[in-house]
C-alpha cells in the first residue's frame, strides 16, 4: 500500500487464490471438446486432464455449494469471496445419469479448501466412450477486476490455479 493509499484511508486488496480441484494436468483451452468450455461461453475456463489413482475432485477454496447436480458429474461453489465456480467432471457425462460418480456434499453445505467433493470413476467414463477432461469455470469473473489463470502445467490439490482481484470501490 502507497503513502497516498494510506493517507486516503484505502486498503490493500488481497488477491483472492483459488486452488486446484484435483491432481492431474492444465490443458491448453483449445483441446476441451466442447465449445460451450472452449469458447468459454459460462465464463474464464480452465480445463484439468486427471492424472493418478486419485479420483476425486476436492474443494478449491472455503466456501458454500451452491448446487451439486442430481447426477454428481457437476457441482458449483461460491467461495467466501463470493466467486462463483463450475466443476463439470468430464464432457457429455450428464448422459450417464450418475454412473461413476458419488457425491460426498449437498446443496448450501460449507465447505474447507481441500474437502472431497465427488468421486469419479474415469474408467466408466471412457467405457462411455466420453471424455474426462475437468472443465473449471468462472462464473461471474465480470464482478472482479482481474481474473488469472497459470498456464498449461501438472498442477496438485496444493496449487493456486486462479488469482482474482476485487474491482476497488
Request: charged share 25%.
Amino acid at each position: 500500500m502507497g503513502f497516498l493509499d494510506k493517507l486516503l484511508g484505502k486498503k490493500a486488496v488481497e488477491p483472492i487464490q483459488i486452488f486446484a480441484p484435483l491432481n492431474g494436468a492444465i490443458l491448453e483451452r483449445q483441446e476441451i471438446p466442447d465449445p460451450t468450455f472452449s469458447d468459454e461461453v459460462l465464463g474464464p475456463t480452465l480445463c484439468f486432464k486427471p492424472e493418478g489413482d486419485d479420483q476425486t475432485i476436492y474443494a478449491p477454496c472455503d466456501g458454500v455449494i451452491s448446487q451439486i447436480f442430481k447426477t454428481a458429474h457437476a457441482v458449483t461453489i461460491t467461495s467466501k469471496d463470493k466467486v462463483e465456480i463450475l466443476i463439470h467432471v468430464g464432457i457429455n457425462t450428464v448422459d450417464l445419469k450418475g454412473k461413476g460418480f458419488e457425491a460426498y456434499v449437498h446443496d448450501d453445505q460449507e465447505v474447507k479448501a481441500g474437502q472431497p467433493l465427488i468421486r469419479f470413476d474415469s474408467k466408466v467414463i471412457a467405457d462411455a466412450g466420453l471424455c474426462g477432461y475437468v472443465p473449471f469455470v468462472i462464473l461471474n469473473a465480470s464482478d472482479y477486476a482481474n481474473c488469472q489463470f497459470v498456464t498449461p502445467q501438472l498442477i496438485t490439490t496444493k496449487d493456486v490455479v486462479c488469482t482474482l482481484t476485487a474491482k476497488e470501490e
